[in-house]
């Protein structure tokens, strides 16, 4: 099975994960330049350009994820992201040893790649949890900031729209930690480059 070669990344889902990652980078880029710079002091980019981009992206961005849902519903990609519950954190803590020392001691995965199961245990709850949680959280606050019309003007005694945007950047950084270990992640392979390689050619 090792030495199997096996085609997981379909021409949609190869396009939609090279779209939605350039136009992540791009939002915390220009959210970064938004947060911790000024209009008369731009840090990476004018301040201007970078709300013009960051609502720019977040549209093209929410369109994308819509691509992923529908693309989900109907096709056999959807079922990698369900769960079975039952003995779900053994799983978890089985492939944690694994990340932790088992890969350093070269013993093989506890939960090999397959045509059936692309993600393992830990992969597909936080996969899970970022494209069916975090996502839609960011989407949304991200929309009712563009439309602040919108947002409810007093919740729990504080500004509406001050609420949605702390919610907002928190989840921006959430996923943006979820981003760079996805990164480091891919690295762990046959060699550093091959899970790279996957997403360009589909073939594991």
């Not at 013009?52 to 992201?81: A, D, M, P, R, V």
């Not at 949680?133 to 439309?147: E, Q, Y």
Request: aromatic share 16%; charged share 10%; proline share 4%.
């Amino acid at each position: 099975m090792a030495n199997e070669k096996l085609y997981l990344y379909p021409i949609w889902i190869r396009i939609w994960h090279w779209v939605n990652a350039i136009l992540f980078i791009t939002l915390l880029v220009t959210g970064v330049s938004m947060q911790y710079s000024n209009p008369e002091n731009p840090l990476l980019i004018s301040f201007e350009r970078s709300v013009e981009l960051h609502n720019l992206c977040g549209i093209l961005i929410s369109l994308n994820y819509l691509l992923f849902i529908i693309g989900n519903l109907f096709t056999s990609n959807g079922k990698q992201y369900k769960m079975k519950t039952k003995g779900l954190l053994t799983r978890i803590f089985n492939q944690s040893v694994y990340y932790l020392f088992g890969m350093f001691k070269k013993q093989d995965a506890p939960y090999p790649i397959s045509a059936e199961n692309k993600f393992n245990p830990m992969q597909r709850f936080i996969y899970s949890t970022a494209m069916y949680v975090g996502f839609p959280i960011i989407i949304a606050s991200g929309a009712a900031m563009l439309f602040p019309e919108i947002i409810v003007p007093q919740a729990f005694g504080f500004s509406g729209l001050l609420l949605t945007a702390i919610v907002h950047v928190i989840i921006g950084f959430i996923l943006s930690l979820f981003l760079f270990i996805h990164l480091y992640v891919c690295t762990i392979g046959s060699s550093i480059s091959s899970n790279f390689k996957s997403m360009i050619t589909g073939w594991h």
